[in-house]
């Protein structure tokens, strides 16, 4: 695949730009949750997801960058360190709670999907491989 590392590097940064989007609507509250703002009142807060998507993504871009065989590897356990914290994200702000159940907006489901693709693109890296000796 060609372009694997710069879809990859572009399912990234947008994993940081969706966190600004809206994630869940609590409509008891009158309240939308994002990946930035995720407090809800002085007991309850969800916390800032954009600063672990936001380190997550820098490492992924850095190692999408850098052309080495380490790097492609360990590229590969970020991805499923990422993809793991897109599925917590969504499993803990998308959980009902005292029986009330929250709206999931769009964004909550952009970063399990942009995880996804992370993670694929990690699994295809574009690597030039030194041509083998003939004996």
Do not use: D
Not at 12 to 20: E, G, K
Not at 48 to 58: E, T
Request: charged share 10%.
């Amino acid at each position: 695949m060609k372009y694997t590392q710069t879809l990859g590097i572009i399912a990234a940064v947008l994993m940081v730009v969706v966190c600004f989007l809206p994630w869940i609507y609590i409509p008891s509250l009158q309240l939308t949750i994002t990946g930035v703002h995720g407090k809800v009142n002085g007991q309850f807060t969800f916390g800032k997801q954009i600063l672990a998507q936001g380190f997550f993504s820098i490492l992924l871009i850095a190692f999408f960058a850098f052309p080495k065989v380490w790097a492609k590897r360990t590229n590969i356990f970020l991805g499923f360190i990422n993809m793991a914290w897109a599925i917590k994200n969504f499993t803990l702000f998308s959980l009902c709670r005292a029986g009330e159940c929250p709206e999931v907006k769009p964004g909550l489901y952009i970063t399990v999907v942009l995880a996804v693709i992370v993670l694929l693109m990690t699994l295809l890296p574009r690597l030039k491989l030194p041509a083998e000796k003939k004996a």
